[in-house]
């Protein structure tokens, strides 16, 4: 595929998410390579989420495979700091298949040392998870904007944890411009709060266990996404849907 009609779009899908239990508080979080230490928390963390995703967009390589089959969407792993700042551990979560796993596995391997966490002023090892977004700002990309979900009572941008409860045994809907109803390849739920991230997937539009498990888990003050893959023409086409829940 030409360059000129190829662009590559990484983002994180939220901010770097600790992944950790809270079983205690850490007094500093890890900070990405190249922020100033002596700034205040806020800055440093502002610096870290920049610097992260500076280095990701230059280093990450969309898959020829997954570019080929337009496929986008997100990846999620996690990955261990030590002690020392060293990265090590690193796993996929969840994975869009055609080696984009692979790619974001070794954008995490070549990152720099960190800064670690402390915690009582020692130096300690901390978990966490990293969302990236694989999107091809191409015609099919933009056409997914023409897509929508369709869940039981819950619309707009918001919800609440008994509204996405009582909906939960309800069947998601996804249709097109024209009001046809797409057969649905994959379901994924993710629910962010605090840095914190909790994915559950399914094929097709069935809910499963994990997922209504995790939609037990949903709280106030988070944020709930459905992603959903369709195909059209022979091609993937990824839709997302967030809710801020109250």
Not at 58 to 87: H, I, M, W
Not at 229 to 243: L, Y
Request: with cysteine; charged share 25%.
């Amino acid at each position: 595929m030409k360059k000129t009609i190829l662009f590559l779009l990484i983002s994180l899908f939220s901010n770097l998410c600790l992944a950790q239990q809270d079983t205690f508080r850490m007094d500093k979080q890890p900070i990405f390579s190249g922020c100033p230490t002596e700034k205040n928390l806020s800055e440093q963390k502002k610096c870290s989420d920049e610097s992260l995703l500076k280095f990701i967009a230059e280093n990450l390589k969309y898959p020829a495979a997954a570019a080929e089959k337009k496929l986008e969407g997100t990846v999620v792993v996690s990955f261990l700091v030590d002690e020392t700042g060293q990265v090590s551990g690193e796993n996929v979560l969840r994975d869009l298949g055609l080696g984009c796993g692979e790619a974001a596995l070794t954008v995490v391997r070549s990152m720099p040392s960190w800064f670690p966490a402390e915690q009582s002023g020692k130096k300690v090892k901390t978990k966490l998870t990293l969302p990236i977004r694989f999107s091809l700002k191409t015609k099919e990309a933009e056409d997914a904007q023409k897509f929508s979900i369709h869940w039981g009572s819950v619309r707009g941008d918001k919800t609440s944890k008994s509204q996405l409860s009582a909906t939960a045994s309800e069947q998601i809907f996804v249709r097109d411009a024209f009001g046809n109803a797409m057969k649905i390849a994959e379901l994924v739920f993710i629910f962010e709060k605090k840095r914190k991230s909790r994915t559950a997937k399914v094929a097709g539009s069935t809910l499963d266990k994990s997922m209504k498990k995790l939609v037990k888990r949903v709280s106030p003050g988070g944020t709930f996404t459905i992603s959903v893959s369709v195909q059209q023409a022979g091609k993937f086409v990824v839709i997302e849907k967030s809710f801020h829940v109250e």
